[in-house]
């Protein structure tokens, strides 16, 4: 018996010494064929410390171990303390753990940063590549390059952040792959999913022949192929808007190969068998991510492959009509996550300020008149309410005239835009242009799309006001009809215009006289009816929107604030809507929102007009002397 075991030891002895020099041959492949293709990333700069931009790199997780700051948590819940300064064999082989790093994800503001850039002084970025094969794909071979970051801060802020690239060659192993021409096809993560490119697609930048540039999003890390505004209303593409907008800093990682051996990579890696988290214990998707080896990749990695979507949807830098939807839809996330944040972080006081909220909101619509809606007879003394279901009636009543009126706003939206582009694109054209010289192209660009956005509300206010009345006397008219009439008083109107645009331009600049220009924008906010059916000039309009508003600020600013409200959100709300309901193309979901906010304008021209009419009966007639002996209107005794 104890031969034939001394026999066994030997023949097992002999079979390791004989597949060691082929397991070390593999792993060479591997790591020339990682070398060959390491690829590019350009990172977001970041002008300043804990300012926009990117401030974390592919980290080597080396710099996790030891670190004092660093803790190791169980499974049981997220303060059992295992080990303080974990090393990459305390990880071995650990289920549902945790790591746990300085700093509250929910609150993240400037901590994370700090520490990542103090715990990786002196390091190199790192990617980590792993060659692995699909038992259900034979003659397909996958390079993956994983990539670590401190912390990410999307809307689903959390502790830790694993990305990758994946490379899909033809043939079974990494000395195959070496001597193919180039890989079939690439993959990047992005979120829960991933993007494919074929090698050669124009969207794939690649350096030297071989290295592929990859751009991580600012926060998320989403890898991306080109440098856009990304929208993504799913799982696998992100819900929110992915930015990898320049200027960037390009990074050359330095690239460790995981043996796929897996005993190998143990012993090497020890880490990599981890299967816990890599960040902080938290509710839902603010939790820390599993690592390379819980993926669905990591072991079936051309069956992941299979699911990769074609394309992402990049957000036109100037659409038709603007950006409207898309930016409602960026900055809605982006908000909602805030709110969830503070929920999570605070519920108590979170949920009272949303039921305070809601409470006024409900208080306001209860108490609100808006009954008899009456939309004629509009010189007459309205309440609140009426005068937005009276605008809200007319509009309805009437479609053809109000939508038309809107319609034929369209052009100047158009003269908008184009000149706006015009702005940046003669900045981007200059290049080098920074500092006081883009402040001031920014500036202009605002200027101009404020004085013709202002002007356009002034000609539909002019020319609904001139409806109004054509409408209230019984007669009819065509939208184009009721322009022409505006154009006999088109001069002061401008000239109003321009000064209300120039005042508010001067004041809104600064954050002190804020106030002040919106104190303005209310007091003048009837300018374009007094022009036109009161024969004002510039100044005089100016002036009389004045008089009337006079104490009565509070409510002409509510009524024209909601209006205005409502045709600035309408738009851009449907079609924030649109991208979750859709696969339309953003440029055309930003066409659709730039269209309903210029068929909307009209319910704002309606309800400015409605408030000046009242306005104008309440300043006109003398206030009724309720001092005085009122009449009885029934009998006290029965006859």
Wanted: overall charge negative; some cysteine; charged content about 20%.
């Amino acid at each position: 018996m104890r031969r034939r075991c001394g026999i066994g030891i030997l023949g097992a002895l002999a079979l390791v010494l004989a597949l060691a020099p082929a397991a070390a041959a593999d792993l060479r492949d591997e790591q020339a064929l990682a070398e060959r293709y390491a690829p590019v990333v350009r990172l977001v700069e970041q002008p300043e410390e804990c300012g926009p931009g990117e401030p974390y790199e592919p980290m080597d997780v080396d710099r996790l171990f030891g670190e004092p700051t660093v803790a190791l948590r169980g499974p049981w819940n997220n303060t059992d303390l295992v080990k303080i300064a974990p090393t990459a064999k305390d990880l071995a082989g650990l289920y549902e753990y945790h790591l746990d790093f300085p700093g509250n994800p929910l609150q993240a503001g400037c901590d994370y940063e700090r520490w990542s850039r103090r715990i990786t002084e002196g390091s190199t970025p790192t990617v980590y590549a792993h060659v692995a094969t699909d038992p259900a794909f034979p003659g397909k071979v996958a390079l993956q390059y994983w990539f670590f970051y401190a912390f990410n801060d999307f809307n689903n802020t959390h502790e830790g952040d694993w990305e990758m690239i994946q490379l899909v060659f033809d043939g079974e192993d990494a000395e195959a792959a070496l001597t193919a021409e180039h890989p079939v096809e690439v993959g990047y993560s992005s979120h829960e999913g991933a993007e494919r490119a074929v090698w050669g697609d124009d969207k794939l930048e690649v350096v030297d022949g071989t290295h592929p540039v990859v751009f991580p999003a600012a926060g998320s890390h989403a890898n991306k192929y080109t440098e856009a505004l990304y929208v993504g209303s799913s799982a696998e593409a992100g819900v929110g808007c992915d930015d990898t907008r320049g200027p960037h800093r390009e990074v050359h990682p330095s690239v460790r190969t995981i043996p796929s051996n897996a005993p190998s990579a143990a012993d090497a890696y020890p880490w990599i068998t981890f299967e816990g988290r890599w960040g902080e214990l938290q509710k839902a998707f603010f939790n820390g991510p599993t690592g390379p080896n819980l993926k669905t990749q990591w072991t079936a990695p051309i069956e992941w492959a299979e699911g990769w979507r074609d394309r992402s949807y990049a957000v036109p830098t100037g659409g038709i009509l603007g950006t409207g939807a898309t930016d409602v839809f960026c900055a809605g996330v982006e908000r909602g996550s805030e709110t969830l944040i503070r929920l999570l972080r605070n519920p108590g006081a979170t949920l009272l300020a949303i039921a305070a909220v809601l409470g006024l909101l409900a208080f306001a619509v209860i108490r609100a008149t808006w009954t008899p809606v009456a939309p004629l007879r509009i010189a007459h003394r309205r309440s609140w309410g009426q005068v937005l279901s009276a605008s809200a009636r007319m509009y309805v009543a009437r479609p053809g005239l109000f939508v038309g009126l809107g319609l034929l706003l369209i052009p100047i939206v158009l003269i908008v835009t184009v000149l706006q582009w015009l702005l940046v694109t003669g900045l981007e054209a200059a290049g080098s242009v920074t500092g006081d010289l883009a402040g001031l192209f920014a500036w202009l660009a605002v200027v101009v799309g404020t004085t013709l956005t202002l002007l356009g509300l002034g000609l539909v206010q002019a020319a609904t006001a001139c409806a109004l009345v054509e409408l209230d006397a019984g007669r009819t008219l065509s939208p184009t009809a009721a322009y022409r009439l505006t154009l006999a008083k088109l001069r002061p109107l401008l000239g109003a215009v321009a000064v209300a645009v120039a005042m508010w331009i001067l004041l809104a600049t600064s954050v002190v006289l804020l106030p002040v220009a919106i104190w303005l924008v209310v007091r003048w906010s009837l300018l374009a009816p007094a022009v036109e059916l009161e024969d004002r000039g510039a100044l005089g309009a100016l002036r009389r929107s004045a008089e009337l508003v006079r104490g009565r600020w509070l409510r002409v600013g509510s009524l024209v604030g909601l209006g205005g409200l409502i045709a600035l959100l309408a738009g851009p709300l449907i079609g924030a809507l649109l991208i979750f309901v859709s696969n339309s193309s953003l440029a055309l979901l930003n066409l659709v929102a730039g269209i309903v906010y210029a068929i909307t304008l009209p319910f704002v021209a309606l309800v400015t007009c409605y408030v000046y009419f009242d306005a104008r009966v309440r300043e006109e007639l003398e206030p009724a002397d309720v001092r005085r002996e009122l009449p009885a209107e029934i009998s006290i005794r029965p006859t």
